[in-house]
Structures are given as structure tokens and as C-alpha cells.
């Protein structure tokens, strides 16, 4: 079979249609009962309406009162209004800060304990403590006063001066006097409660990193402990409550769910038992999240904004917005599979509903993280962080929904109409006169001399060769190539017959390999019709072209490509890695293109259709001409073929350094064409079809996601150096980092592996060893990238490297000199993983989330040092091989094609 027909018919597409939508619709219902059982109803105490008590603190939103912020008193009135439909009583912790407080709770029948914010600053104090005096005595709402909030905790205060203070507030006033310290502080120092008239104590278990389910038990004995041990002294829980959000402590999580169950249960209990206490606290307070991490924003029964976060009876949920979000998700998840499943006839059901079910948790997982600024109080930098971010996570998810699409159509045989086998010339057809071009630059004479022998050994009866070497500084390398072909020519061997065999040599030429390409094309014979191209380090089959002639005849065919292949590869650990790397492109990502005419061309084994080629000519500008040229004769409407038969092989590169630089050139190369030709792949009216566009972007994707990791791996770091010097500076949530780090690394650690078991084959080591292939060139992709994307930028020209092929570098400082950044950043986050466990406390749940997310993030510059440490398993390749070895059952000789191909396992294609 040659080309089918990919779209099918109108029927099929239809058909197809349907198909499509039942797949959605079943994965949109599934995602809809998803969301509903990750949101259960909560079983939840019914509490009285209103509370005893409520703790105080009137900042808004932006508000800092350590930056100087104050409240100003018609938002002060609003909150008083607000909370006297909730409580009786307010608890506050400054004087001098709200002057017109008591009076303006007494207008709303508010009682008051008064505060007086004590600390290391003694004019401050002397301020606080007169304010509250005066407050105290004139107003009649003002029922008890507290000096000091938590000092000898935190030790912001000597003992003896807050005593002092103390007794000052008793000695002016006639009402009870306090100071508010949690449980603990009270029974180590019984000689404080000797000078208060009662105690006030806090009773906060989230901090104690208790379980929620035990949390109302634990501070109800807490305070039975503490009524216990002073018999004779009213207690008083000044804070009491749980928050909504921030960092899990040991076993206590901070949900909104949680929240509302444990101040719905502590409000019910304490009304039983006629406690006085005060639930923490009124409204969030984002400021405090820089002081007592991003739990001390959330503590609020009402959000920054005013609102209610539960009620104090009725249904509870885990998330009161879920159905909202979970609309919003499924809409989305609709949108991104329908167009990618819609007119895929032959796509199996099973893959139909896997890919639509990826497409609505990633799009789900994109609501939550949307979410995430909604429900968290970020600051400045923190959005600067999320904007940073934000491309991230989009690339992230771009690079699931396609890397899912690329799965489900591959891993479920029978998805793929459109395969293209080796076809001969029919009885009496022509067979055109054919150009080969093999372009040198500093290559081994052996090595081309080696290719120029299997060109003139082909089965084809007019060939025009020409062999081109460029740039070759040292003679010695390109003149006994040059005496080769000199002698080919003189000795009239029968094998010569039908075969023009050229040599040039150019010294200093412009134009990298295409310069090469477009001078031997100038000087092909004008009756050549193909012109086929390999690499200097190839041995091509006799039958190369033979096998390849059937598909001639067809006007709209430009190109015809034939697989990469390497030989000699079983005998070097380094050169197996690579190998099954390759392996993986030509037997998964070249088919997937290849079903929507959208492959990748590459620069040996290839042939074009001489016309178009003179038409095009070879980009000299660009250092991935090959692909540059074949995007361009698929704008132009023409076809190019892919039939994975291998006709021919290759070195792998000499060593890692080779490998690395070559990837790097091939993603720099990428994004010279991306930036070339964005309008003809992004803007309407483009020439080139629309899975044509999506296959080139789709491709780059991978590289794209690599330079967000290496761009990710600066930010944690430079993040982790801040958050280590001021803690409490950042409060963006860990999962926004998490996401797209996870997005960018499962389809390599995950979908990769398992498709190159069932489609390459070599079995879970050959997988193992593709994705460790992939993780270790990471960083090189990541700075092609770069590199091609600045360089529109800075004018900076791209630059073509040489891959070296066939022979290795001895010596470890050698092998591990192209890993050096790699090296410096994988030890830069393990330190800093290291620095995290040590400098923050035990229980800081975030912190634990950070130093697994910055080891996940060495994972690709570890896999590159395991890479190099490979070389010195074996130190030399074993002898060039002429024969591909193509996979780990053995060579896989002329006229054969893959067994997946033709059916031999299980029939995962058609023939």
C-alpha cells in the first residue's frame, strides 16, 4: 500500500464524529463525578447562630500595620456592624491603633476586651497602655483589658517589665486585667497568674500538629488542664480556632473544610459548657502570613473581602465552589479533545477515551491551579511569581494534551491509516537518472570513502555522485579522498558503469552544509530527476533506491525519507543509549506525522524530487536545513513520504559531548525555522494545513519544555536563596511550581517509556534506556532553545557544529567535561534541598513539598552525569559495522521493515 486516505470518508468522519462525542460526553461525566467524590458533604456539628466571642484585627486586603498601615474608622464601623449579627463580644489587640473603637462597639451593643499591643519597643508600650487606660475608663463597653499579646513566648518582653505594666493597668482601673499566652506558658510559670485577675489562654492545635478529628478534644483538655492548675482564676480563651489555608503541620491539614468543622464543633461544645472564649479570628489577615507563615493569613471565620467562608449550621462541603469549578473544567476538557478526536475513523475506542479522559484532568488540574491566586492572599512578588509562572504551566499542559494525543493514536494498534511501504519500479517503467550529494566536512577519509562505495554499489543504472568537502582545514583528510574518487574514475572497473563520481574540495565556503549542498546541486546533471542525500559516515543498501522507485511516478510526491540507522552500537553502553534514543523518534514520532503528511525531513536518507529542489534550494542560513527545506515544499502543497525501511546506516556520535552538541544544534536549529516561519504556522491564511501545523509545534513542544525546566530550575533556586534569607517573604502556593514541573516530566517518565515498549521494542530496558536518554539531553535541548529563540534578539548568527561520529575521546576529565553545568546545577539544587531540610522546622509540610520538588527538578542533570559515567564502562566502540542494527533481536536487513509494520506482532498496522 502507498498513501490511504487519512480523512476517510465523508461517513467514516461522520462516524468518527459520533464516536467522539460519546467519548467526551463519558469522560466529561466522569470528570463531573470526580469533582463530586473528591467533595463530599462532611459530617459537621450543628452550632448555636452566633459565637461568644470573635478576635479583632480591622486591616484590610493590602492593609500592614507594621508598614504604618491604619484602619480607618468607616471601614472599622462596617466590620463592627457586620460582626454584631455574629457575636456579642470582640476581642482586639491595639489601643493606640483604634482610639474610637469602644465607642463605636457600644453603638452596636458590642462589648469589649481591649488590647494593648506590648512589645520590645518601651514607647510603644507606655503609648498602648495609656491609650488603653483612657479608652477603659470613658467607655462603658470596654468589660476587661489584656496587656500584652504572647510576649514571654515569643520573648519580646522581660517577665519582670510585663509585670510591671500589669500592675500599673490594675492599679488604674477597676475593671479585670490580663495578658494572653497559650497553654503551656501558663503552667511553666504559675508566678505570672499571681498578677492578672484572670487567665487568658490560647488554645491553637493546628500549631501542635494535631490531627482535625482530635483537635476540639485536645484544646478542651488543654483548658481543663489549665482550670485545673488555678483553681481560683477565671479562664479566658482569648484564641481558639482553626485556619483555612497554608503549610500542613505534622498531622494538621488547613482545608476551609476542616476550619468549619472544628469552629462548628469547639462553638457547640464550649455553648454546652458555658466557656468564655473567643474564636480565632474575625477576618483573614494576609499581613500576618509574612510573620507566621502562610497559615497566619487564614485564620478568619470571614475572608479579607468580607465574606463568609461557612455557616455555623447546615451542609458542610470540602469545597463550596466545586460545582462551579468542576463546570468550568469540564467545559474546557470538552474543548480541548473534541477538534483532536473529531474525523479519526479508525481511532479505537479505548484510545478515544483515554485521551479524553487526560484531556479533562489536565484541564481540571488547570482550573485548581487557576484557582490557587483566588483563594490565596499573594502578594507583589508573589504575582510577579504567578506572571513568571503562568507560560509554564500553559506549556506544561500544551505538552500533555499533545504528548496524550500522540499516545492515544500509538498505543492502541489500528489507529494509523496512512503507511507508506517500499515500492519498485513496475515492468517497463523508467528508471530516472538519480543524483546522490554526500557532504564532508573534517571526516575520516575511511569513514567517506566507506559511504562513496556503498553509493557506487547500488542497484541503480544512472547515478550521479558528488561528493562535496567543505571547510576541511587538514589535508590529510580530505586529499586521500580526493586521490580515491581520482582512482575510481581512472580504473574503468565494471562496477563504475552508469556512475559519475565527482569530487570538490572547498577550502572556505559560506553556507555551513546547505553552502555545501546548494554548490553540488549547481553542478548535478540537468537529467537528474531525484537527488538523494546521506551523511558522510553512512553505509546506504544496495536496494536503497530500488526499493523506493514505485513511488517516483507520483507528481505530487517532493520527498521520500527513509529512516535514520546506526550500526556498531551493541558494543559501547553510550552508543546503545543513543541508539535506542533515535529509535524512538523514527519508530513513533516520524508515523504520527507521517498519518497528517507532516513529517520531519531529514538530512541523509533522504531524496528529493530534483525540480522542487531547484526550486527551493537549501537554506544556508539555517543550521536544520533539512527540515527547514521540507517545511517549505509542504507549504508549497507538496507531499512527502515516509517509509520506515532501513536502508542504510550510520555512526552514532563519538562520545557524549558530540551527542550533546548535536541535540542542542537541533533545537536551535528548530526554533531558527519557528522564528523564519511563525506565519506560516501560527496566522490564518497559511498554506499549509492545520495538523501540519499542529505536528511542527506539537514537536518543538518537548525542546519548548525544556527550557522551562532549565528556566524553573534558576527560579527555585534564586526563590530558595529568598526564602531562606527572609521567610515568610513568599506565599505563592508550592503546587504552582509543582504543576508544570510535573507536566513537563510525567509524558517523558511515563507515556514515553510505554510507548517505546510497544512500538520499538528492546523491552523495558531499551525504555529505560530511551528515557534516560531523553532526561540527559534536557539541558542541551534547553539551551539550543535559547539560543535560537535570543538570537531574533540579539542578531547573533547560529553556527554549525560538526557532529563527530564513529570514534570516542579516552580519558574521565574528557567524558565529563560536557557535563560540567550540568554538574554545577545538579549539585546547586541539592544543596539547596539540603538547606531547606536543615533551616526550616520538622513539621513545615511546604518546605518538605519544596525539597522533593527541587530534587525532581535535578532529575534530568543527574541523568546526564549517569550518562557520562556510562563511558567508562567501555572506553572504545566496537569496529564499524555495514549493516543497520536496528533493534535488540538483530540486523534488520535490506527489504525488511519493521515487524510492527507488517502485522508480525499482533497487527498493529496495516500493510
Not at 203 to 221: I, M, N, R, S, T
Not at 587 to 611: N, S
Not at 864 to 872: G, I
Request: with cysteine; charged share 20%.
Amino acid at each position: 500500500m502507498a498513501v490511504s486516505d487519512t480523512g476517510g470518508s465523508v461517513t467514516e468522519r461522520a462516524r468518527a464524529t459520533r464516536r467522539a462525542w460519546v467519548a467526551v460526553l463519558l469522560a466529561a461525566l466522569a470528570n463531573v463525578l470526580a469533582w463530586g467524590a473528591l467533595n463530599p458533604r462532611l459530617p459537621a456539628t450543628e452550632a448555636p447562630p452566633r459565637v461568644a466571642g470573635l478576635a479583632y484585627s480591622p486591616y484590610q486586603r493590602h492593609a500592614d500595620p507594621r508598614a504604618g498601615a491604619r484602619a480607618e474608622e468607616a471601614t472599622v464601623a462596617a466590620d463592627l456592624a457586620l460582626l454584631a449579627d455574629l457575636t456579642g463580644r470582640i476581642r482586639t489587640y491595639s489601643a493606640a491603633d483604634l482610639p474610637t473603637l469602644p465607642e463605636n462597639a457600644a453603638a452596636r451593643g458590642l462589648k469589649v476586651t481591649l488590647g494593648a499591643w506590648i512589645d520590645a519597643r518601651r514607647d510603644n508600650n507606655a503609648r498602648e497602655l495609656d491609650a488603653l487606660i483612657a479608652q477603659a475608663r470613658a467607655s462603658r463597653a470596654v468589660e476587661r483589658v489584656i496587656v500584652g499579646n504572647e510576649t514571654q513566648l515569643h520573648g519580646s518582653l522581660p517577665r519582670a517589665e510585663l509585670i510591671a505594666l500589669l500592675q500599673r493597668a490594675r492599679a488604674a482601673l477597676s475593671v479585670p486585667v490580663s495578658t494572653a499566652e497559650p497553654w503551656h506558658v501558663w503552667l511553666a510559670d504559675p508566678e505570672l497568674a499571681r498578677h492578672v485577675d484572670f487567665l487568658t489562654v490560647h488554645l491553637l492545635p493546628y500549631w501542635e500538629g494535631v490531627h482535625a478529628d482530635v483537635a476540639v478534644d485536645l484544646a478542651l483538655e488543654r483548658y481543663g488542664a489549665l482550670a485545673a492548675r488555678f483553681p481560683d482564676k477565671h479562664v479566658v480563651i482569648g484564641e481558639v480556632g482553626w485556619p483555612s489555608g497554608g503549610e500542613t503541620v505534622r498531622d494538621a491539614r488547613a482545608t476551609p473544610a476542616l476550619q468549619a468543622q472544628f469552629v462548628r464543633s469547639f462553638v457547640a461544645r464550649a455553648a454546652a459548657q458555658n466557656l468564655d472564649y473567643f474564636v480565632m479570628e474575625a477576618f483573614d489577615q494576609p499581613w500576618k502570613a509574612s510573620v507566621e507563615g502562610p497559615a497566619g493569613a487564614h485564620w478568619g471565620m470571614f475572608s479579607a473581602g468580607r465574606e463568609a467562608k461557612f455557616d455555623l449550621s447546615g451542609p458542610l462541603e470540602s469545597d463550596a465552589f466545586w460545582r462551579g469549578k468542576a463546570l468550568i473544567a469540564t467545559l474546557l476538557g470538552v474543548a480541548l479533545a473534541l477538534p483532536l478526536l473529531a474525523g479519526r475513523p479508525r481511532l479505537r475506542t479505548r484510545a478515544r477515551f483515554a485521551f479524553a479522559l487526560a484531556a479533562q484532568a489536565a484541564a481540571s488540574c488547570a482550573v485548581a491551579l487557576a484557582a490557587a491566586p483566588l483563594i490565596n492572599y499573594l502578594r507583589a512578588g508573589d504575582w510577579v511569581a504567578f506572571a513568571l509562572l503562568a507560560p509554564a504551566i500553559t506549556l506544561a499542559l500544551a505538552l500533555v494534551i499533545a504528548q496524550w494525543l500522540e499516545f492515544a493514536e500509538l498505543y492502541w494498534p489500528g489507529s494509523l491509516a496512512r503507511v507508506t511501504q517500499p515500492a519498485a519500479l513496475c515492468a517497463g517503467e523508467r528508471a530516472p537518472p538519480i543524483g546522490i550529494h554526500l557532504a564532508a566536512c573534517n571526516e575520516p577519509p575511511a569513514q567517506v570513502i566507506a559511504a562513496i562505495e556503498s553509493l557506487i554499489a547500488l542497484d541503480w543504472p544512472d547515478l550521479d555522485i558528488i561528493v562535496i568537502d567543505n571547510n576541511t582545514t587538514d589535508p590529510s583528510l580530505w586529499q586521500p579522498v580526493e586521490a580515491h574518487v581520482a582512482a575510481r574514475n581512472t580504473a574503468a572497473a565494471a562496477d563504475m558503469t552508469g556512475r559519475r563520481l565527482r569530487f570538490r574540495h572547498l577550502p572556505r565556503w559560506p553556507g555551513f552544509k546547505a553552502g555545501a549542498l546548494n554548490v553540488a546541486l549547481a553542478h548535478t546533471d540537468p537529467r537528474v530527476e531525484w537527488i538523494g542525500v546521506i551523511d558522510a559516515d553512512y553505509v546506504v543498501e544496495r536496494d536503497w533506491l530500488a526499493s523506493l522507485a514505485g513511488h517516483f511516478s507520483k507528481a505530487e510526491v517532493a520527498v521520500l525519507q527513509a529512516p535514520q540507522a546506526h550500526r556498531g552500537w551493541r558494543g559501547h553502553a553510550l552508543a546503545r543509549l543513543m541508539h535506542w534514543e533515535y529509535e524512538s523518534f523514527f519508530r513513533i514520532g516520524m508515523h504520527h506525522r507521517h498519518e497528517r503528511d507532516a513529517i520531519i525531513q531529514h538530512g541523509t536518507m533522504t531524496l528529493v524530487r530534483a525540480c522542487d529542489l531547484r526550486r527551493a534550494g537549501w537554506d544556508e542560513a539555517c543550521v536544520c536545513e533539512d527540515t527547514e527545506l521540507g517545511l517549505r515544499l509542504l507549504a508549497a502543497g507538496r507531499q512527502v513520504l515516509y517509509v520506515d525501511r532501513v536502508a542504510g546506516s550510520g555512526l552514532t556520535p563519538a562520545d557524549l559531548g558530540a551527542w550533546l552538541r548535536q541535540r542542542q544544534r537541533w533545537a536551535e536549529g528548530g526554533m531558527q525555522i519557528l522564528r523564519k516561519h511563525w506565519r506560516a504556522l501560527v496566522a490564518s491564511g497559511s498554506t499549509l494545513h492545520i495538523w501540519q501545523r499542529y505536528h511542527f509545534l506539537a514537536g518543538w513542544l518537548p525542546w519548548l519544555g525544556d527550557a522551562a525546566h532549565l528556566l524553573l530550575t534558576l527560579a527555585a533556586l534564586a526563590w530558595s536563596v529568598a526564602a531562606l534569607a527572609l521567610p515568610g517573604s513568599f506565599g505563592l502556593p508550592v503546587a504552582l511550581f509543582a504543576a508544570p514541573l510535573l507536566g513537563l516530566l510525567l509524558p517523558r517518565l511515563l507515556l514515553g517509556p510505554l510507548l517505546h515498549a510497544r512500538r520499538v521494542g528492546g523491552g523495558a530496558r531499551g525504555a529505560a534506556l530511551a528515557a534516560l536518554a531523553g532526561m540527559a539531553l534536557s539541558h542541551s535541548a534547553a539551551r539550543g532553545v535559547l539560543a535560537g529563540l535570543s538570537a531574533g534578539l540579539t542578531g547573533r548568527s547560529a553556527q554549525f557544529g560538526v557532529t563527530r561520529k564513529g570514534r570516542t575521546v579516552t580519558g574521565a576529565p574528557h567524558r565529563l567535561a560536557p557535563v560540567r553545568e550540568h554538574a554545577a546545577l545538579c549539585a546547586a539544587l541539592l544543596i539547596a534541598a539540603l538547606a531547606f531540610t536543615l533551616g526550616r522546622p520538622a513539621q513545615d509540610s511546604a518546605a518538605l513539598v519544596w525539597v522533593v520538588l527541587l530534587a525532581a527538578l535535578a532529575l534530568p542533570y543527574a541523568a546526564a552525569l549517569a550518562v557520562a559515567c556510562m563511558q567508562t564502562r567501555r572506553a572504545r566502540q566496537s569496529p564499524p559495522r555495514m549493516h543497520a542494527e536496528s533493534s535488540a533481536k538483530g540486523p534488520r536487513r535490506a527489504g525488511s521493515s519493521p515487524a510492527w509494520l507488517t502485522g508480525r506482532r499482533g497487527q498493529l498496522e496495516p500493510r
